[in-house]
């Protein structure tokens, strides 16, 4: 079975600082991992996916993730965070079936709320 | 080429009603995946359908259905409206040519039940 915890509800940090959101995974099958944001009263925008290839993935507005199997990790980082960054974060696992099939359905973690100070 | 787009965008039902939400996907996307989101249960998957076919379903009673058109055009249902189906409802397409598993996400239909 696919869950996903994300570690921390809440992140501040100041503008120009490092963000860091962290995230654990649980997956029978070899996992593909997403990020998504979500900025207030808007839809859900890919960040980054994981799919096997490399273990760090870059994503669009400067964002990356790096993937560890024996840590079950897929932190997502930024090395200065923007006033425009602040939003909810969603990390994302895809249910596989036995063979590795794609069956449609995308567990979410709980989110995290990431606010930038000036 | 346009999202995935949503209709409508706002809506507000009485308990005991019953709504359709319409979603759009992605010109070429024959996938479409259906979540509610809410602030005590966060992002639940409902249901998907592939070439017209449920595929997969969550775990949410039978007042919740959906169904797909030729044009991979999707609806939902919601029947016999209850207060704790407030909700924003978000819909989400998906393309084999592109691996399947990524999903690009609608602006969602925020539905109100009083």
């Known amino acids: 079975a696919q869950s996903v915890t994300q570690l921390d509800s809440h992140v501040s940090v100041s503008e120009g600082t490092p963000v860091l959101l962290r995230c654990n995974y649980s997956?029978?099958?070899?996992?593909?991992l997403f990020w998504y944001v979500q900025h207030p009263n808007k839809g859900l925008q890919l960040l980054l996916k994981y799919t096997s290839a490399a273990t760090l993935v870059k994503g669009i507005n400067g964002f990356e993730a790096e993937f560890k199997k024996s840590e079950t990790s897929f932190h997502l980082t930024k090395p200065s965070a923007h006033m425009s960054d602040a939003a909810e974060y969603f990390c994302?696992?895809?249910?596989?079936?036995?063979?590795?099939?794609?069956?449609?359905?995308?567990?979410f973690g709980r989110g995290t709320q990431l606010t930038v100070w000036p | 080429k346009a999202g995935v787009t949503q209709t409508p965008r706002y809506l507000i039902k009485t308990r005991g009603q019953q709504v359709t939400l319409s979603c759009s996907p992605i010109?070429?996307?024959?996938?479409v995946s259906w979540y509610q989101q809410t602030p005590g249960q966060g992002l639940q998957f409902l249901f998907e359908?592939?070439?017209?076919?449920?595929?997969n379903k969550g775990n949410f009673p039978g007042r919740f259905s959906g169904r797909q058109f030729s044009n991979s055009r999707s609806e939902m249902n919601v029947s016999t409206l209850e207060l704790g189906d407030s909700a924003l409802y978000l819909c989400?397409?998906?393309?084999?040519?592109?691996?399947?598993?990524?999903?690009?996400f609608g602006p969602g239909t925020r539905l109100l039940v009083l």
């Open positions: 359908y592939f070439s017209e076919t449920q595929r």
């Open positions: 989400a397409s998906s393309s084999a040519l592109t691996g399947g598993e990524t999903q690009y």
């Open positions: 997956s029978s099958y070899s996992p593909s």
């Open positions: 994302v696992v895809s249910e596989k079936g036995p063979r590795g099939s794609t069956l449609g359905r995308l567990y």
């Open positions: 010109s070429g996307h024959r996938s």
